[in-house]
């Protein structure tokens, strides 16, 4: 099965490269299958990484980044790719 862990924060205005720069150098501790990082308008960061892994396995994510570069904690989702029919 494989699972995608996403990581989805907010940066204080104006500092969303710095937030950008800190999730790209933050290690897994394992490798995913795959890791992207993207960024969006009001310095929005988010990182998607894929596993091949049971739905509840224990998996590596990033962690919280320092409270004075987020305006709020960091969201969370995990998905199970289905197939297309």
């Known amino acids: 099965m494989t699972v995608a ?38 310095d929005r960061v988010l990182v998607i990484t894929w596993w091949d892994a049971p739905y509840d396995a224990e998996l590596p994510e990033l962690p919280e980044p320092d409270a004075a570069l987020v305006t709020r904690a960091v969201h969370r989702w995990r998905f199970e790719a289905v197939a297309d029919h």
């Open 5 to 42: 862990l996403m990581w989805e924060a907010r940066a204080v205005e104006g500092r969303g490269g710095d937030l950008l720069a800190w999730a790209r150098r933050q290690p897994l501790g394992a490798e995913p299958l795959r890791r992207e990082t993207f960024r969006a308008p009001q």
